[in-house]
């Protein structure tokens, strides 16, 4: 059996995709067009990460886990400005991998938990 934790946390972040632009396939000029997204726009970004424990006494404690992950943002080691959801949960995990080496670990990064992504990280060998 395999067991994880998990923590939730929202920041704040402004984004563009420059592409929406100009691609015909995002730019469309019908109902589906989102040309907007080329934009900067605002979105609270929500975030679910869980990371694989090996036992069940606070191998990771919750509290400590989201305090260190949120002092990346606040001491500006990570930033949400002018990345996709993917990009930001990859800039994540590569600090969590870090920290916490061996270990599966799953970020969720939506736009205003509404739509995002879902990665799965598989530990390190």
């Known amino acids: 059996m395999k067991k994880m934790i ?65 002092s990346l943002y606040d001491q500006g080691t990570l930033q949400n400005d002018f990345k996709s959801c993917e990009m930001m949960s990859d800039d994540l995990y590569a600090q969590i991998k870090d920290r916490y080496p061996g270990r599966d670990i799953e970020i969720d990064v939506s736009e205003d938990g509404e739509n995002g992504s879902h990665a799965v990280y598989n530990k390190e060998k």
């Open 6 to 70: 998990w923590v939730t946390f929202r920041k704040e972040g402004i984004h563009k995709y420059p592409a929406a632009l100009t691609d015909p396939k995002l730019a469309t000029g019908d109902e589906y067009d989102v040309s907007f997204l080329g934009h900067p726009h605002r979105h609270t970004f929500h975030f679910k990460v869980a990371i694989e424990v090996f036992h069940d006494d606070r191998d990771i404690e919750f509290i400590q886990f989201q305090r260190w992950i949120l």
